[in-house]
């Protein structure tokens, strides 16, 4: 057809409205890539030739180019093979697998199994075909389990698969009792090694395991390792080992005594180990920290909203066991652990008054102590631990002159207490007074969620404590308004779950404390209104609330891991939880 003609039909149309259709054929993209194919297959308009091995591949640049940004850097970059015809991978990537991820730029197709996965991964990284590198790290997550952990964690971490990451990491800690017993783990770089020991989520009862554990690693190649053996002692937590235990083995070990560097580490644990046993003050060396799962879950509370019962939950038999009753009953008191210490702050006593009252529990001792009080006298108030000392957040005091006590407006007060020096003092005031906040410790910054304003409201905000600076902000506002809420630290994120409604007990949310942004956190197996959450043993626990008009009369668990939810064990119905925290658990000998 001549352009005349087509001008001619164009002229002749343009005086009316113009009749449009879009021609499209759905299956057109398949049926290209199936002809371009063949093309390769034939040997035709090919312009470059792949070399892996002793095998050849002819392909066509544009379909290189345009599946692999690889490819794409080489052929428009000015580079050698941007002329050349060949390009040669010699044996970087095995002949098989680079036939496989040809065949996908080709078809859009690959089959991923377990014998090549792991080499599909390594090269689609490497060629950057990342939709070929996503779907190997997404059938490897499929297909983990603790025989291959080890060799997966390895592989994610060098190839950036962060979701493959971390479950292989979440595998290695949960299983870290019969993992060190293979060769896989003998096998582990220092570094690695040292991130798994040096955790506190590495779930082991008996610290025993992990320094055999290590003691076993670097006899495996001993000329080279031995040199590294005070950084990896340094990481155990030597002072929670069994003194005759410490003394006799690990103070004897020929490979400890040979390095001077390591009898000091040594030494320095047996002191700690002692002041542990002599009960001589806060012990708070990294090698005396017992890790998340070496902690003891203890429940406060009482037949009413007066707490004054202290209990212990066994995890192994899951029973809860009373320990000591609290020497002066009060409700609404707020708990945090420090160490293997409880201390309960404020709250009403019997008299109905405002308390400023610090009772501290000492769980190795099943011992009660007075502490020095609080410089606010204060209830409703929330509490946490933040580098070894404690802070007390917000909440009411009773306004003078009222009798009955009456219950001012919330406070900004926050008060910052160190246990060495059994001493108070003021620090600077939230940004806005609140009381029934959930406060949390996390990244070195204190954490309130929500709450009741002074104006009686619920508080949509959450505000950020920075002790270095002394100075609260405003980082973020919450999901709702909440009030009565629980909140624990779950790895590197806060998750807050419950409130004083239906509503908001139905989900939760995980706030991530560095980029301070907020995901749904998905059902709640339990929905209470008004329930407590703590951290133990690298998994999150909730209990009490209500669920409508009823108490809520389980102990509820969350494993990240497997992101599920199971019931620990039934709460006696007479008990009504107050607070709920995860202190030390030291062995006693």
Known sequence: MSVSSHENRKSRSSSGSMNIHLFHKPGHADSLLTQLNLLRQQ???????????????????????????????????????????????????????????????????????????????????????????????????????????????????????????????????????????????????????????????????????????????????????????????????????????????????????????????????VR??????????????????????????????????????????????????????????RKECSACAIGCKVYITGGKGSENGASRDVWVYDTLHDEWAKAAPMLVARFGHGSAELEHCLYVVGGHTAMSGAFPASPSVSLKQVEHYDPQLDKWSLVAPLREGVSNAAVVGAKMKLFVFGGTSA?????????????????????????????????????????????????????AYRFHSDTFQWSKFGDVTAKCISCRAVTSGNRLYVVGGYCGAQRCKTLDCYDPSSDTWSSVTTVPYSLIPTAFVSTWKYLSA
């Open 43 to 269: 040997n035709l308009f090919t312009d470059v030739v792949l070399r892996a091995g002793n095998r050849s591949f002819p392909c066509h640049r544009a379909v290189l180019a345009a599946c692999s940004r690889y490819f794409n850097a080489m052929f428009s970059g000015g580079l050698k093979e941007s002329r050349d015809g060949e390009v040669n991978f010699h044996d970087s990537v095995h002949p098989e697998v680079l036939e496989l991820l040809l065949d996908y730029a080709y078809s859009a197709r690959v089959l991923i199994n377990e014998e090549n996965a792991e080499s599909l991964l390594e090269a689609g990284d490497m060629l950057q075909f990342q939709d070929i590198r996503d779907a190997s790290a997404d059938f490897l997550e499929k297909n983990l389990y603790p025989g291959n952990c080890l060799n997966m964690l390895l592989l994610s971490d060098a190839h950036c698969c962060e979701r493959l990451l971390e479950l292989s990491w979440r595998m290695a800690l949960a299983n870290f009792t019969s993992l060190c017993k293979t060769e896989d783990f003998l096998r582990l770089p220092k570094g690695k090694l040292l991130e798994l020991v040096e955790s506190e989520e590495l779930e082991v009862e008996d610290e025993t395991l992990v320094y055999e554990a290590v003691i076993g690693w670097i006899r495996y190649d001993l000329p080279r390792r031995h040199e590294v053996l005070p950084e990896l002692l340094r990481s155990i937590r030597l002072a929670l080992l069994p003194e005759s235990y410490l003394r006799k083995q690990v103070a004897c070990e020929k490979l400890v005594t040979s390095h001077k560097l390591g009898e000091e580490i040594v030494a320095d644990a």
């Open 455 to 507: 104006n009686q409201n619920k508080l949509p905000k959450v505000q950020c404590f920075d002790p270095c600076q002394n100075r609260w902000t405003v980082p973020a506002s919450c999901p709702q308004p909440w009030r009565y809420t629980a909140a624990a630290v779950v790895g590197s994120h806060v998750i807050v779950i419950g409130g004083d409604t239906e509503f908001s007990a139905s989900s």
């Open 272 to 329: 700690c180990k002692m002041k542990i046993l002599q009960n001589d003050g806060l012990v708070t060396g990294c090698c005396a920290r017992p890790r998340k799962v070496s902690q003891a879950l203890l429940l406060l509370g009482g037949q009413t909203f007066m707490c004054d019962k202290i209990y212990t939950l066994d995890h192994k038999t899951s029973e809860i066991i009373p320990r000591a009753d609290i020497p002066s009953p």
